[in-house]
């Protein structure tokens, strides 16, 4: 049995905070083969290649950082655009990352291996913030029984302005007054 480390966040981590670790049946490469071999695809390198750099990397992401970090490594030097993006979305459909637009782009994280977990997003500087809270899983089981509905999982993002910018802004503004 494969243990992938859960991430706390991108930017602006609390020093006593991380997810805990979950434990899972198969690696994430494991994983993406048996998709890829259930729909009839093959397993080509440039897949696993993409794969296991995105496994071995546990922060947000969006497609043109992914290929730019594998552009940078002498294995990915020639990876390809459409492949990058092709790989995405079947790690999604794999259930291995998921998908969030923000900001008018797309950001894919782990979901294949961690824990059910929600996000704060600065839409100053696109920080993203993972937090969990069994108080909003209570909520959300309380909304769905009274609604005879099953919950299986949830996404929660808000919006709105980390410490960082607010401190930044009201030096600026400050400043501005002078």
Known sequence: MATVPAVASDNFIPDDFALNKVDVAMTPQERFAEFLQTRGKRSTRQR??????VSGHHEHFDAEQLLAELRSTPEGARASRPTVYRTLTEMVEAGLLKKMVLGGRAIYEHDYGYPQHDHLYCTSCHSLIEFSSDELTRIRDAVASQHHFRAQ????????ICAHCRSTRSKSRHQDRV
């Open 153 to 160: 999982s949830h996404r929660l993002i808000i919006a709105g």
């Open 48 to 53: 696993q290649m993409i794969v296991e750099h």
